[in-house]
């Protein structure tokens, strides 16, 4: 078995497999808004059109060999969830060095949120 890391560092090279025909902000938050609308429209019918057309909207934007990268990108998440407990997603958004001030998303470590728990 592969460890969280491992998952990490092959969720990031995904990401910047689209470097430079896509901005990486843009491109990590349209997969995981593609991944979570998957995921929502599989379990949840009463909303399924309209989010079936902004999946549509975003997956417009790319060539179908950039398309078929999310659900890689999603397996990797997941396999990385599931190596270890952990903040996978602000993991990754740091590692690429995606937060910054403009954007306005800075996020806590997972071990800092977890010691109340």
Known sequence: MKSRDSHLKAV?????????RHDPYTFFSDSMEASAIGISNSVDLHQRE?????????????????VEIFPRIFA???????AEPGDVLGTVFGELELHNA????????????D???
Not at 103 to 112: C, E, L, R, S
């Open 12 to 20: 990031c090279k995904l990401l910047r497999s689209c470097q430079p």
């Open 76 to 82: 990797e998440v997941a396999l990385a969830r599931g």
């Open 102 to 113: 403009a954007h306005g998303q800075f996020f806590t470590p997972y071990d800092v949120c």
């Open 115 to 117: 010691r109340g728990m």
């Open 50 to 66: 309209p989010r079936e057309a902004r999946y549509l909207e975003i997956v417009g934007r790319y060539d179908r060999d950039i």
